[in-house]
């Protein structure tokens, strides 16, 4: 896949996937509104904000290094010709997951709304299931020792500090 069409498959997949879970679905759950703060503490709203300031950079980031260096998109229908093993990837295998989840948690505490905290959980477990089912046994398939390595060096979901440097 060429970068250009890398790049716009990338943004259309951006629209698609993440603004949707991360943003339109949450949106139509709370309409972006505050109720009472967890357990009446407002401090819980900075960590919520932290979430979500965390969160949107790395979606952002990943999916731009799918396009440019992996010259393909995180979507299923037009994958990255290259395994991409920079960037948040050096310290954890699902970035992407992992930050819509951020969002969408971030979201749950921002706005006082235990739906939210319901929903981003099951978003994480369909995310688990799909990553143990689908994607890995299709990266494996797909680039061979080359996602092997990765896998034994790169946690799936807590991050690995310090960062791989030998992937």
Not at 89 to 97: A, C
């Given at each position: ?25 949450p949106w139509s759950m ?138």
């Amino acid at each position: 896949m060429q970068r250009v069409s890398a790049v716009l498959g990338s943004a259309l997949f951006f629209l698609v996937a993440p603004c949707v879970l991360a943003g339109l679905i949450p949106w139509s759950m709370t309409r972006w509104e505050f109720g009472p703060a967890f357990l009446g503490v407002d401090l819980i709203r900075i960590v919520g904000v932290a979430l979500i300031i965390a969160g949107v950079p790395g979606i952002l980031d990943s999916f731009a290094r799918f396009a440019l260096e992996g010259l393909g998109t995180p979507a299923p229908i037009a994958p990255p010709q290259k395994l991409v093993v920079t960037g948040l990837y050096r310290y954890v295998r699902n970035p992407i997951y992992i930050a819509v989840v951020a969002v969408v948690f971030g979201q749950a505490l921002l706005f006082g709304d235990w739906r939210l905290l319901w929903y981003g959980a099951l978003l994480w477990l369909f995310f688990h299931v799909w990553v143990v089912m689908i994607e890995e046994p299709t990266l494996k398939q797909t680039f061979g020792t080359e996602y092997e390595n990765f896998q034994t060096s790169v946690p799936r979901w807590i991050p690995r500090l310090p960062p791989c440097s030998n992937t």
